[in-house]
């Protein structure tokens, strides 16, 4: 009998405002010196009063009209109280029984299931709390020290509906999600840097019985975690089930080191957060024409795109990749404007440019090559000028040093021979110099002529043009 | 006549003709508090130093022609729960030893750009819970016309401060009664707008939705001018209201005929002393004579104002008392196991008895299976409560009745029994629910100790009141039942 897994998950964004949801500072906390970052509001000094940012519920209300959520023309602050240290007034501002949206949905890319999404609301976050130990977890450590500059930063919490049976599925919501608020530019979607953050709720059960034990899972920073995270505590649950036991009711917390979960704390420490409206915010009010401002102002969003992309004669998988982050697509976009072959473009993006910025460690907006080099280098190849085999070495180049692809070319002398007679000597030379291996070619050994059109190639350093060379080597063999 | 007995109004108008200088008001006050502080005890902390350069720098900039605004120069006493940039700011509690704040609060913002001197920081019960002042970590304050009786709470430091001359003009907070009832038990003037009138960043919070600034003051005149300057819209407060503040001061004189003036029902309720209802009778015979038509108004509700205020302001500070932890300021604790035992030894270490029984019981009261019957219930009454005066108000435009229920007690009195406390705030409490204006100013018979008359304007009826209650005012000293100090 065959095991059936139930995921959820409670996504939040931080969103890219320019200043907190309460008061005047910065949201651009990280690199600063710790507790530099902060006023009175979002210390939660004695006296200090919260004021909505008003940015921040327009781009909420951005992610819930993307996510088709039924939008709440009524909503309000709750306070969830309690104690911790990072939190400076011991109770998150956050959103209780009437969120911004809710009973939305979005539907994956490849998989097309589509996937509820239960509430969205618009919350503040916490500050954050360093343990100075060589692990740096709290266990270690003899004191810790709070930063502040995070606390107050606009959050959007999007929880989702238990619709997924496998990791792989959630995974691909996340990084649909991600791409969503991205086109959106309401979040950076930054899982490493934890602008983006996820928690999972997973259970297991068997076939047709009824649903297991949830178990809240924490900390994953990045995709690969998540769907490494789930996966083992699938596995786990369905081996103490098989076992004889029983799955707890607890939070636990992955540890990508160890490469697995940890339990936190169980539900006999369960809180009451006492929630009470806030008193020190006026609710909310969504009117249509708000509503009808911001639906007029939604950018394009990552399904659409992905059919736009197909449409400019692109694979459904290239178009795909491209739209995961929104900066690839949009250097897709603005190089196709310099060179009309979309295809081409996506295959260099896809191929050598996503290779070379790996091994960088570079996002492609801060690449030194632009689009319109790109498609410059593009054309040289259209045109003849380069051959595509040059094309590579020169994109090399300009990856390293931003130079445009005509200079490249002119300096270091690649333009492509197609002059037949300089050819023609070149192949001469080379048959004369490898007498045994035409001796074999004309014994029928066919892909020997591959290695002979090599060594005219390395003979002119790549610049003959192959077809030429070919055309000669034919005749001449 | 010394210049600490005589109001900001004529004060104001002898330092603009020249014929007194800010030093001398300072040094008047600072005299009286030399010579009565130490039995008193209402300030927590005296700016002597600063307030007196301060008014050197006002006189010598009006010596050099300059125009100041009316009130420079005015000592003015300060609540110890309204933020003073630079300056320690209490709550009267422990927990917050040594905390200065790093910012104004909007009101004292306003205060200082009108000049006036802020003379020191007033003692109050801790977080303002209580109504006597005896709830303060740093000791009691007394009545200054009775030193053995309570001034009143839980602004006793400021309403102390105006009575006896220590200070001109001062600022309290009222969540229940906190400005009215002292000024009622210390004989002056004290003044509750409506809610969002005047902006609460700044002032400590004990129940956000309930909490407002206001003047104490020696007389209606002072009240208006000083409601003038700290009222107003403030981008850092979400709950003040988009409003124009009138010219209070300038309408005071305003003929009173249309408006129609109720009386609370309830005033000679069980529980009401003698001399209080005698004072009230007293005040409807004022307006008879004045052939004001006076009518009677019901309460139904007022029952429930009491118990209703006992969930919900206890609720809101258990929240808002929460962030007082010994993490960021305040005392706190070198050495300990882990976070939950700094938490712990800091807030039982740091609270009082009365905040602590607060906090308990709005932790109570917001607990999971609790909420729906005691604060959303309590919530739902306050709507009652509001309607109460909505129903009111479509008949009469101010309605008066008695500031508390008694004259000031004795110290100690009450301190046992925390209920008999409370019920010294049963006819103030319902304005706080109902986020409307109210004042007490205070009538003086026979030599006894005062009586406050208590009238509860609309929401944002101030200028109602403040025309009834000055023309109250002078019919009073018509009767030789007010007294100056
Ligand atoms: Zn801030």
Known sequence: MGYETVIGLEVHCQLLTDSKLFCGCS???????????????????????????????EFALKAAIALNCEILPYSHFYRKNYFYPDLPKAYQITQYDIPVGRHGWIELPYSHKRIGITRIHLEEDAGKLVHPTKTGRIEHATYSLVDYNRAGVPLIEIVSEPDFSSPSEAREYLMELRSIVQHLGISDGNMELGSMRCDANVSVHREGEGLGVKVELKNMNSFKALERALNYEVERQIKLIKSGGRVEQETRHWSEPEKKTISLRGKEEAQDYRYFPEPDLLPIYVDEEILESIKSDMPELPANRRKRFVSMGIGEKEASIMVIEKSIGDYFEEAVKYFGDAKSIANWILGDFLGELNRAGLEIQDSRVKPHQLGRLLTLIKDGTISGKIAKKVFSIMFDTGDDPDEIVKREGLVQIVDRSEI??????????????????????????????????????????????????QKKI | MELFELPAWKLGKMMESGEVTAVEVVESVLSRIEEREEILHCYNEVYGEEALQEAEEID??????????PFAGIPVAVKDNICVKGKDITCSSKILKGFISPYDATVIRKIKSQKMIIIGRTNMDEFAMGSSTENSAYG?????????????????????????????????SDTGGSIRQPAAFCGVVGFKPTYGLVSRYGLIAFASSLDQIGPITKDVRDAAAMLEIIAGKDNYDSTSLPVKVPHYSTMLEDDISEIRVGIMEEYNAEGVSEEVIEGIEEVIDIFRTMRVNVKSVSFPHMEYALPC???????EASSNLARYDGVQYGISEETVEDIRELYRKVRTSGFGKEVKRRIMMGTYVLSSGYYDAFYLKAQKVRTLIRHDFERAFKDVDVIIGPTSPTVAFGIGERTADPISMYLSDIFTIPANLAGISAISIPLFKDGNLPVGIHIVGKALGEIDILKVSYKLEQELKERGLYHGI
Request: charged share 20%.
């Open chain 1, 27 to 57: 949201t651009d906390y990280i690199g600063k010196e710790p507790n530099t970052n902060v006023c009175p509001v979002c210390l939660g000094l004695p006296g200090s009063l919260p004021v909505l940012n008003k940015k921040a519920l």
């Open chain 1, 424 to 473: 023609e000597k070149v192949v001469e030379e080379v048959l004369s110099a490898n007498p045994d291996a035409v001796e074999s070619y004309r014994k029928g050994k066919a892909n020997i002529f591959n290695f002979l059109v090599g060594q005219v190639m390395k003979a002119t350093k790549g610049k003959a043009n192959p077809n030429v060379v070919r055309d000669i080597l």
């Open chain 2, 60 to 69: 010598k900039r009006r010596k050099g022609g300059e125009k100041l605004p």
């Open chain 2, 140 to 172: 009691v304050t007394r009545n200054p016309l009775d030193t053995s009786k309570v001034p009143g709470g839980s602004s006793g430091g400021s309403a102390a401060a105006v009575a006896s001359g220590e200070a001109i003009v001062a600022l309290g």
């Open chain 2, 309 to 315: 205020y006992y969930i919900i302001a206890p609720a």
